[in-house]
């Protein structure tokens, strides 16, 4: 959590009700072809009006140049040090899908890819592979046999699976074997210790038998790529920490798995943000006082590159957010964990706008956009100093001090 050594003293439990949403990816910068950013470009009167009204910022999540994955993103909106409490991408996927993974095990994300006759990956994700697809090449890969080490392949979504191994002696400091690029060979995973070098090992040795199973099968993906090896942390609580009681509301595993691991209660819901408003409707009023909403469309499209199916996926939050204004929260947040432009075609360093609504806000933006909200009543802030300016938007913290 903020590095505040009173902040048992300075939070304090209330009925008001938070609802805080991340638009994963939401910042972008002016695209060349456009002359604006996603957000300029979109028609999003609801969120401009909203933002009108709000009290506007732009985060950064980790530090300025600095360009976090999603879990270092989240990690910092919900107030914990993105550097400090740094966690896997493996251990993450594995809790939000409920897979069977206990203290000593190490999980890792895989992607299935597709490679060329030399190796080389040719699309990371394997044009973006369906899930029934995922799930038949998972149950292929748990087939694979290994001397000496356990491990479970389980499908995620799409062209996502998570392997968990299980065993003595493994460790999770080894390196990835996605390069995160396409053109290139995959990488070796070595190990970061020599404690490390039976575990790197193992993982060479998977994905040889892996790459040699799929080759042979009649598939649109013939590799595998693996990154955020991780075991299970021990994490400050939520919901204590900030006398919150406090639900999770997420379609991808990822997010649930996050939320779960720092404690929040996780409410099932289904595939589309549509999903999660309906389960959010209907615990409003069922003793939560903070919801965490989750909405990746945004994101997606930007990593594709693709500039206005990026405006399109704003667009459309724009128009299904006014069913979560309605249900009329003391505070409704929206923010976002990182920025994804299109012109980079991946996440970026640049600071995330945000805006916060609640009976305090100072409406000082007539549009909700990146250059706005950077000059916005909050200004440009930590990602981790957020949860503080909610909580105080919330009348959750005592004066500090006599």
Avoid at 143 to 165: A, H, K, S, W
């Amino acid at each position: 959590m903020i590095d505040f050594p009173y902040l048992s003293d300075v939070v304090r439990s209330t009925p008001s009700k938070i609802v805080m949403v991340v638009v994963d990816g939401l910042g972008g910068m002016p695209h060349p072809d456009y002359g604006k950013s996603e957000l300029e470009f979109a028609d999003i009167p609801i969120l401009d009006t909203l933002g009108s009204t709000s009290s506007v910022g732009a985060t950064i999540p980790v530090a300025p140049g600095i360009t976090p994955g999603s879990g270092p993103g989240h990690m910092a909106l919900f107030g914990y040090n993105p550097v400090k409490y740094l966690l896997g991408r493996g251990i993450l996927e594995g809790m939000g899908i409920g897979a069977d993974i206990s203290q000593g095990d190490v999980a890792a994300r895989g992607n299935f890819c597709v490679l060329d006759t030399e190796g080389s990956i040719v699309d990371r994700r394997a044009g973006r592979l369906d899930t029934e697809t995922c799930k038949v090449l998972c149950s292929k890969l748990n087939e694979i046999q290994l001397d000496g080490v356990d491990f479970d392949v389980y499908p995620v979504m799409d062209y996502r699976f998570v392997l968990v191994l299980k065993g003595g002696n493994l460790s999770p400091n080894i390196s990835e074997t996605d390069p995160q690029v396409e053109g290139v060979l995959p990488l070796l995973s070595r190990p970061f210790n020599s404690e490390a070098q039976i575990t790197a090992n193992f993982i060479k040795e998977f994905v040889l038998k892996a790459t040699e199973l799929l080759g042979s099968a009649d598939s649109s993906a013939n590799g595998i790529l693996l990154r955020g090896f991780s075991g299970l942390p021990t994490l400050p609580d939520f919901g204590n920490q900030y006398a919150l009681n406090p639900a999770a509301i997420a379609a991808y595993p990822m997010y649930r798995g996050l939320a779960g691991l720092i404690g929040m209660d996780i409410l099932e819901s289904g595939q589309t943000f549509e999903s999660e408003i309906d389960v959010l409707e209907d615990n409003f009023h069922q003793g939560y006082d903070f919801f965490f909403l989750h909405y990746k469309p945004a994101d997606s499209a930007g990593e594709d590159g693709d500039f206005l199916a990026k405006v399109s996926q704003l667009e459309n939050f724009n128009r299904d957010i006014q069913r979560v204004i309605d249900l009329n929260p003391d505070v409704l947040v929206i923010c976002g964990d990182h920025s994804t432009p299109s012109f980079t075609a991946s996440h970026s360093w640049h600071p995330v706008p945000f805006m916060i609504n609640s009976q305090y806000s100072e409406g000082t933006s007539a549009v909700f956009t990146e250059k706005a909200c950077r000059t916005g009543a909050i200004g440009t802030i930590q990602a981790e100093q957020l949860m503080f300016q909610v909580l105080a938007h919330a009348s959750k913290l005592n004066k500090f001090g006599p």
